[in-house]
């Protein structure tokens, strides 16, 4: 961690050699972000690129006086410790200015995805209860369209343009007299305790999204994150494909990173993901982290990827699901590097990992990140022998760092995650003789067909070790005589058709490879399959579709 990393009492260690600070009072913004800027001016920590091949480029210190010019604005506008904001912005350099800017005010944020429509936001205003929304142009027609329904909603910032009853960022900087870069104009500098409100985030499930509250000592755990997992220094440019709105952004593409004193690369792209691109990008920018989520690995390795020079990128990480053995043999082929697995939520940072210096088992979780004492427990609540599969938990004595302090006007939600000492995270795994965990699905997503328990995980790496299967999801269906059966979705390689001989042989494929009464007893050949924003496959949707012939619709997101 950088020399600017605040120091207090230490949280007891629980992997030596490693230390996550514990401050009393701890604001991102000013403890970090303005000392580096003030000790390393010309420290680079963005590297943005657009599609049209525009670049900007930004410092720390850039970013420290940006921020304070935006809080000054959010100032003027009646912003101020407390106020939750909604922050809906594309991978602009924005996004971080008026973040930093919100911190620095002590305002709790809420990033949104860009992809959501007016019922999602109404949905979502009416739990967060936002005072301000900041969004650009492309999206604020959808703000407009839910403006009066709530009168806690009074203010409306555009980045970008001009638009009736909103406040034009880009005016207001460059006015006459604009907001004061140097300073934030408050009376005296907001202090912020280490257990303040920081920001808001929702889910990224596939049900009713839940509102997730983190404190201003959450970035600091992405220490965990940045340096343990993705072994980033302060000599690294670190890429990830991720949407600004969810928790990944945060988990990657922020406080942890710029913690460990990294430059970020931002690629700001809109429409559909394109896997050449990307390498592309590793190539011409000499980018020496990457991390991606499995779906999109999955596409970027269909490339010849020797015919790229990839020689600077010394490190590449995956989460949020299971990273297939197949991908990461075709992967460490085409560039010599073996990809690290990382499992964590919006709720958490990275708890479990395949750490940098750690041996990687390819379809392992990794271990338990530091400070994390994380247990598997039966559904009576003991603890399972080593092989089995049991629930994943989260001792909560002391509860780890960066754990969410509650879910936002949800007392069910709360009650069901949080109890017996322990937070439950809601999904399924076992764990080895070396201590690795390995996944097996949602505790709701959970196969019984016949008296056995059937992973959907496990069944889909059976079915991707078949030539002719580029992507699987895997559910259970009603069945008279198994009470479930196994139903496989199936997206094909080009080249190969869907037959019922196809369907045999990628049957038969699947008891070969795993235990026979795995195989999935139906399957369905489709050309994409539901995805959520973060990129995980929409099981709900699938079961759904079983039930009711009902066809998704297929949305373009990374």
Known sequence: MSDNAPEDRQIPNRREGFEIPAPKYYNFAYDYIDKIAQSDRNKQALLWVNQNGEERRYTFYDMSVLSNQAANLLLRHGIGKGDPVMLMLPRVPEWWIFSLALIKLGAVQCPSPCLLTSDDLRHRMGIGKFKMVITNLDNAPKIDAVFDEFPFLRERVLIDGERAGWINYQAEINSRVPPSRHHVLTQARVQTLGTDPLLMIFTSG????????HNCVYPLAHLITAKMWQGLTSNDLHYVITDTGWGKHLWSNYFGQWLCGACLFVYDFRGKFNAENVLLLLQKYGITSFCAPPTAYRMIVLDDLKSFDLSELKHCTAAGEPLHPETVRLWREGTGLTIHEGYGQTETPCMIGCFRHDKVKAGSMGRPSPYWDIRLLDDDGVEVKTGEEGRIAVNLDPPPPGLLVEYVNNPEANAECFHDGYYFTGDKAWKDEDGYFWFIGRVDDIIKSSGYRIGPAEVEDALLKHPAVVEAAVIGV?????????????????GFEPTETLVKDIQNHTKRVTAPYKYPREIEFVEELPKTFAGKVKRDVLRKHS????????????
């Open 478 to 494: 009603p069945d008279v005589l198994r009470g479930t059966r196994v139903k496989a979705y199936i997206v094909l390689n080009p």
């Open 547 to 558: 039930a009711t012939g009902e066809m998704w619709k297929i949305e373009h997101h990374a």
């Open 206 to 213: 596939t049900k009713s999204p839940k509102l997730v509250l």
